[in-house]
C-alpha cells in the first residue's frame, strides 16, 4: 500500500453488523472494528440494562443505528409515532447516525414482513421526499437512505434505478447508504452493468456502504436470480465495486459488513474487513 | 401511476399466495376490482410477473425464518417482544 493510499484509507471506518451471535466475538475484536450497525428495532422495547450496555458499548466504538420498518419509499406519509421511536433510541444510546431503506414495507393495512422496492416513478419519488422530510423534522436528522435488492421490477415504474435513486437522494438532500451486494444483484438480475449502474449513481452522496452475500435462486419458467440474503460471503465482484468506488467517491466513507445468519467464525469476518480495507485502499490509490 | 391503492395492491401479492395465483390467471381483471385506475391496471398486466412470483417466495421464507427464530419479524408487525 502506498504512503498515499494509507492516509487516504485512514479517514474511512470499518465496521460489522451488531447481532447477538456475533457478540462475543466483536467485543473481543473492537481493537480491529470502529463502529457497529445496530438494528433500531430491535431496542424499541429493550429493557433499560439493554439499553446501557449499548450505551457502553458506544464509549468504546462508534455505534449507528439501522432502521428496517419505516417504510420510508412510499405515497403513504410515515406515522409519527415510529419516527418518535427513533427520536428516542437515538437520544438513549448516543448512536452518531441513522439509516433506512428505500423500501415500502407495508400497504393497504397489510404487513409484508420484508423490504419490497416501490414502483420507481415520480409519485414515489415525491412521496419518499415528503417523508425523508418528515422524519428529518421529527428525529433532529435525516437518515441515509439505502438501496434495497428486489426480484422484481418493480411494477409500475417508469424511472430506471439509478435515476430513481438519484432524484430522491439529491432531492431530498440526504446521504446514500449504497449496498453494494444489492447493487450487484439488481444489475446482473435485470440485465445492467453493475459497474456501469454504479457510476449512474450519486456517489458524492455516499456516506455509507454495506457488504453482504447471497445466491442463486430459481424461478418460474427456468428464471434465474441472484437474492441478497446476508448468509453467504461477500464475493469478488462487490469487493471490486468497492474498489471502484473508492476510485471515483473521494470522501470518507464507513464501511459495515451485513450478516443475518450462518455465521461463520468471527475471524473470518475479520479477513472480509480486511479484504474491503484492501479493496477500498486500491481504488483510493488509482484515484491519486 | 402510483398510490397507495396500489401499494396496498402489491403488499396483498406479496404476502397471500391465493391472491398472487388469482391475479396471475386474470391479471386486469383482478386489478381493476381491487380499484387500481387505468394505467395501474395496465402497468400490471405488463409486469414481471416471474419476479412477483420470486419476491412473494423469497418474502414468505423470510417470515418463516424470522418466526421459528424469534427475530425480526415483531418489527414488521409491531408486535411487542
New interface residues.
Given amino acids: 500500500m502506498t504512503g498515499a493510499a494509507a492516509a487516504v484509507e485512514s479517514r474511512d471506518r470499518f465496521g460489522l453488523g451488531w447481532r447477538p451471535e456475533l457478540a462475543a466475538g466483536i467485543l473481543a475484536h473492537l481493537a480491529q472494528i470502529d463502529l457497529i450497525e445496530v438494528i433500531a428495532e430491535e431496542y424499541f422495547d429493550a429493557p433499560r440494562r439493554d439499553l446501557r450496555a449499548l450505551q457502553t458499548l458506544a464509549a468504546q466504538v462508534g455505534i449507528v443505528l439501522h432502521g428496517v420498518s419505516l417504510g420510508l419509499a412510499s405515497t403513504v406519509p410515515v406515522e409519527p409515532r415510529r419516527l418518535d421511536r427513533i427520536a428516542r433510541l437515538i437520544d438513549a444510546t448516543g448512536a452518531e447516525s441513522w439509516s433506512e431503506h428505500l423500501a415500502f414495507v407495508r400497504g393497504g393495512g397489510i404487513e409484508i414482513g420484508h423490504l419490497a422496492a416501490p414502483p420507481r416513478n415520480e409519485a414515489l419519488v415525491e412521496g419518499a421526499c415528503r417523508n425523508l422530510e418528515r422524519a428529518a423534522q421529527i428525529v433532529g436528522c435525516a437518515p441515509q437512505v439505502e438501496n434495497i435488492a428486489t426480484l422484481v421490477v418493480p411494477p409500475a415504474s417508469r424511472l430506471d434505478e439509478a435515476d430513481w435513486i438519484a432524484r430522491i437522494v439529491c432531492g431530498a438532500g440526504v446521504g446514500l447508504l449504497l449496498d453494494l451486494h444489492n447493487l450487484y444483484a439488481n444489475a446482473v438480475n435485470f440485465g445492467d452493468d453493475p459497474h456501469s449502474l454504479l457510476c449512474r449513481l450519486p456517489l458524492e452522496r455516499v456516506k455509507v456502504v454495506h457488504l453482504s452475500g447471497g445466491r442463486w435462486i430459481d424461478g418460474p419458467d427456468g428464471a434465474r436470480r441472484l437474492l441478497d440474503d446476508h448468509l453467504h460471503d461477500i464475493p469478488p465482484e462487490v469487493f471490486a465495486l468497492l474498489s471502484e468506488l473508492g476510485r471515483l467517491a473521494p470522501q470518507p466513507v464507513t464501511i459495515v459488513i451485513e450478516r443475518d445468519g450462518r455465521f461463520p467464525p468471527i475471524a473470518r469476518l475479520l479477513e472480509q474487513l480486511d479484504i474491503a480495507r484492501a479493496a477500498l485502499a486500491a481504488g483510493r490509490a488509482a484515484a491519486t | 401511476?402510483?398510490?397507495?391503492?396500489?401499494?396496498?395492491?402489491?403488499?396483498?401479492l406479496?404476502?397471500d399466495e391465493s391472491s398472487l395465483a388469482e391475479f396471475l390467471r386474470r391479471p386486469a381483471e383482478i386489478a381493476r376490482a381491487a380499484g387500481l385506475n387505468d394505467?395501474?391496471v395496465l402497468?400490471?398486466e405488463g409486469?414481471?410477473h416471474?419476479?412477483?412470483?420470486?419476491?412473494a417466495?423469497?418474502?414468505r421464507a423470510?417470515?418463516r425464518?424470522?418466526r421459528n427464530h424469534c427475530g425480526?419479524?415483531w418489527?414488521?408487525?409491531?408486535r411487542?417482544?
Avoid at chain 2, 401511476?1 to 396483498?12: D, H, K, N, V, W
Avoid at chain 2, 416471474?50 to 419476491?55: E, I, K, S, T
Avoid at chain 2, 418489527?75 to 409491531?78: D, I
Fill in positions: 401511476m402510483s398510490s397507495p391503492a396500489l401499494e396496498g395492491f402489491l403488499a396483498r406479496y404476502t394505467a395501474e402497468a400490471l409486469a414481471d416471474v419476479g412477483l412470483v420470486m419476491a417466495r423469497s418474502f423470510k417470515r425464518r424470522r425480526l419479524f418489527l414488521f408487525s409491531g411487542k417482544r
